[in-house]
């Protein structure tokens, strides 16, 4: 039931929100948190580190990602300029290079993929995931290394 004010003739409600229990409320829930802050330990998060081979492999496959997302594919060790290649077609020519030239060393062809640091994560990750849902089993980044 509203509360009454009894003033002069008539009687009024008082169309007010109490604002007490709220701020009793607040108060406490404050008190809470500052009591529980200093015993949450901030989280460490384990973040990849980077190996480095021991030698570059003398044949590799290069998959390189340039700046508009546009996929290049050319053999590693020749210094022919890369061929653009859709991503349905990715596979089949990363194939085409790694069956080329003889029979593969034991693993297959490593496969390197190297793109330009303003490409969004999301488009590498969809390269080696289509790479390694075809079973191209030995697919690494390349990375640059600061100094």
């Known amino acids: 039931m509203p509360a ?3 003033r002069g003739r008539g009687r009024r409600t008082i169309n007010e929100i109490n604002m007490v229990p709220f701020i009793d409320v607040m108060l406490v829930l404050l008190i809470i948190f500052m009591v529980t802050a200093p ?3 901030p989280s460490q998060i384990a973040l990849p580190s980077v190996g ?3 030698r570059q492999p003398d044949r590799f496959v290069a998959v390189v990602i340039d700046k508009d997302e546009q996929i290049k594919v050319r053999e ?3 210094s022919a300029e890369p061929q653009p290649v859709a991503i349905g077609q990715l596979v089949t020519r990363v194939q085409q290079l790694q069956a ?3 029979s593969p060393p034991e693993g297959g062809v490593p496969v390197v993929i190297s793109a330009d640091k303003n490409v969004k ?3 590498v990750v969809r390269v080696m995931d ?3 849902r075809a079973g191209i ?3 690494g980044l390349s990375v640059q290394t600061s100094r």
Do not use: H, K, N
């Open 130 to 132: 289509t790479l390694q």
């Open 52 to 54: 480095q081979a021991g």
């Open 39 to 41: 015993l949450i330990t």
């Open 4 to 6: 009454v004010s009894s």
């Open 137 to 139: 089993a030995r697919v």
């Open 76 to 78: 590693g060790s020749s």
């Open 121 to 123: 994560y999301e488009a």
């Open 100 to 102: 080329s030239r003889g």
